[in-house]
């Protein structure tokens, strides 16, 4: 009996999978089961270039605030160690005054920067694309090879700050993105948070201060406070290396305030320190971006040797990355008190590139002098008027006690229009003659004077009227 039942099982058993075959042929092909693709991965970014990489690392937050480090080409960021706050300080300028460019120092007010006409700035990056000439370098304060790069915002000149409310307090804010560079010592990339006169004004001890969620630092200070965050550690940069520099300030980064350190040399890295956007809130008040190579910390100045020729290029972006057209011309109106030798040259402004690109160099610089015909005065004499201009300027250097300047090429600008491009004599004299319509009317002119290992200047505006 038991055989036989287990007969007919084997039967059915064998029915029901020729009539389940037969229904599959008759399925309609999308019905039909397929075989899946396993999922993939997302491909990682492929650069070209290390330009394109460090674009794209620019464009990346890391994935919370501390120190943080990333080598050409890995598109990751990859968590460091912290190394302790510098317990020293960046300095504000004490006495903002808008410098001519043909002063001996740079810094401590006397700076070009990148001013925003409007639009909220998010992001400051600073390069230099030239640095030629450098061979030795010292800081007045600690010494051989010293001295920081900052990116700072508004608020180091007097009266410049912007609105903050830390603790329920209201006050003035002011923020540094900075990289600094001491051989026997501190070596690093961190940020600087000011809360200008809070500790006066509020009459609080500022090592007392709380450290806002997610913060890494410590307080210093006794009428200004100011929070130095820990540093995120890198290798000793030769200022001999400058070209191969570039340090970035941005806001509200993925929800992070960011300074970031690159170096494009053999092997290309960026070092990031990330703090919360939260702090000061800069990203709601970001105007003007200052970027230059300065003193290592406290007010104290980078000397770089005679010859030094630096171009720096400093660009601003909005929080989307779309460049910001600086004001032009360049504005001066540096913030840190920290400062170089150099010589502030010319200043040019790429609006659709949101860049702006000038020079610094220990070149002496040239000064045109203009001669004549005097500020808004008549050329022709009380009884006869040529139907010819003539005007006169003098170039000299006051490096070397107001010496006549020789063979300089100076060119004459009326009314827009260059009129002559002439050498200076042996007495620093250039003069341009050119015939102008007796019809009255008031013209203006400057001069442009340049010579090889001078630095370039540019005279102020006169105008004379003719007849």
């Not at 029901?16 to 990682?44: F, R």
Request: with cysteine; net charge negative.
């Amino acid at each position: 009996m038991t055989q036989t039942c287990q007969a007919r099982s084997r039967v059915r058993q064998l029915l029901v999978c020729v009539i389940l075959a037969s229904l599959m042929l008759t399925l309609p092909t999308s019905l039909k089961a397929t075989a899946v693709a396993p999922e993939q991965s997302q491909p990682a970014p492929h650069f070209a270039n290390w330009a394109a990489w460090h674009a794209y690392i620019a464009q990346t937050p890391t994935p919370t605030t501390g120190c943080f480090e990333v080598k050409y080409p890995n598109p990751v960021w990859q968590r460091t160690t912290c190394a302790p706050a510098t317990s020293g300080h960046a300095a504000p300028s004490p006495t903002f005054t808008a410098a001519s460019t043909n002063s001996a120092t740079v810094g401590n007010g006397n700076d070009f920067v990148a001013q925003s006409p409007g639009t909220l700035i998010g992001s400051a990056v600073g390069s230099f694309p030239s640095a030629t000439g450098v061979t030795t370098e010292t800081d007045t304060g600690v010494g051989s090879n010293g001295y920081s790069l900052q990116e700072n915002t508004q608020g180091g000149a007097p009266g410049q700050g912007f609105p903050v409310t830390f603790n329920g307090n209201p006050t003035t804010g002011w923020e540094q993105f900075i990289f600094d560079n001491e051989p026997s010592g501190f070596q690093g990339v961190w940020i600087e948070f000011w809360l200008l006169g809070y500790g006066s004004t509020y009459h609080v001890a500022c090592s007392s201060l709380p450290i806002p969620a997610g913060a890494s630092g410590v307080w210093f200070g006794t009428s200004d406070c100011y929070f130095n965050t820990f540093s995120t550690s890198t290798p000793f940069e030769s200022p001999t290396h400058l070209a191969f520099l570039s340090l970035g300030g941005f806001a509200n980064i993925g929800g992070h305030d960011e300074a970031q350190l690159c170096d494009a040399g053999a092997v290309p890295t960026c070092y990031t320190n990330s703090q919360p956007a939260a702090f000061l809130n800069l990203y709601q008040h970001w105007q003007l971006a200052e970027f230059n190579v300065l003193g290592f910390i406290g007010g104290s100045q980078a000397q770089f040797n005679s010859g030094t020729s630096i171009t720096v290029l400093n660009t601003i972006k909005d929080q989307s990355g779309n460049a910001i057209a600086p004001t032009s011309p360049c504005p001066i109106n540096g913030q840190t008190g920290e400062t170089n030798n150099l010589n502030l040259g010319s200043c040019s402004v790429n609006g659709p590139a949101g860049q702006i690109l000038f020079t610094e160099s220990l070149n002496p610089p040239l000064v045109a002098t203009l001669v004549g015909p005097a500020n808004g005065a008549h050329t022709c004499g009380p009884n006869a008027c040529s139907s010819k201009v003539e005007l006169q300027v003098t170039i000299t250097s006051p490096t070397s006690l107001g010496s006549p300047v020789q063979g300089a090429t100076v060119t004459f600008v009326v009314d827009g229009t260059t009129k002559c491009v002439t050498p200076s004599s042996v007495t620093g004299l250039a003069v341009c003659i050119f015939p102008q319509a007796l019809s009255p009317a008031t013209h203006s002119w400057y001069v442009t004077a340049t010579k090889t290992g001078y630095t370039s200047v540019t005279s102020p505006t006169w105008t004379y009227k003719h007849p």
